[in-house]
């Protein structure tokens, strides 16, 4: 079994920060890449980052240079510093990881955190 925790959301201004984490743990040979995913009210869910093993990042336009992906030493963690807010980023985000359960594994495993509440106030 695996566990996402998320953490960090809330309400802030326009022009304000927030950081996200999100700490995996359980059966976890592996973590092939982790990342954060947001969806607001009406919207489709769209990739906002994404960090790999290697540490390969990916960014959707709408936060270049405004958000930045990162993961600690272990890479059970990652973490969105999120800079510049705009109301448009309102959204709830969720944490996702892709992992292998054991070594014999042939198949990445995809699971999802529970999502937070980001608000961002004009």
């Known amino acids: 079994q695996v566990q996402l925790v998320e953490s960090g959301g809330g309400l802030v201004q326009a022009g304000g920060s927030l950081r996200l984490s999100c700490a995996a743990s359980?059966?976890?040979?592996?973590?092939?890449?982790m990342g954060w995913y947001r969806q607001a009210p009406g919207k489709e869910r769209e990739l906002v980052a994404a960090?790999?093993?290697?540490?390969?990042?990916n960014y959707a336009d709408s936060v270049k240079g405004r958000f930045t992906i990162s993961r600690d030493n272990a890479k059970n963690t990652v973490y969105l510093q999120m800079n510049s807010l705009k109301p448009e980023d309102t959204a709830v985000y969720y944490c996702n990881v892709a992992y292998l359960s054991e070594r014999r594994a042939r198949i990445l495993i995809d699971y999802w955190g529970q999502g937070t509440q980001v608000t961002v106030s004009s």
């Open positions: 359980g059966s976890i040979f592996s973590i092939n890449a």
């Open positions: 960090i790999t093993l290697g540490g390969t990042t």
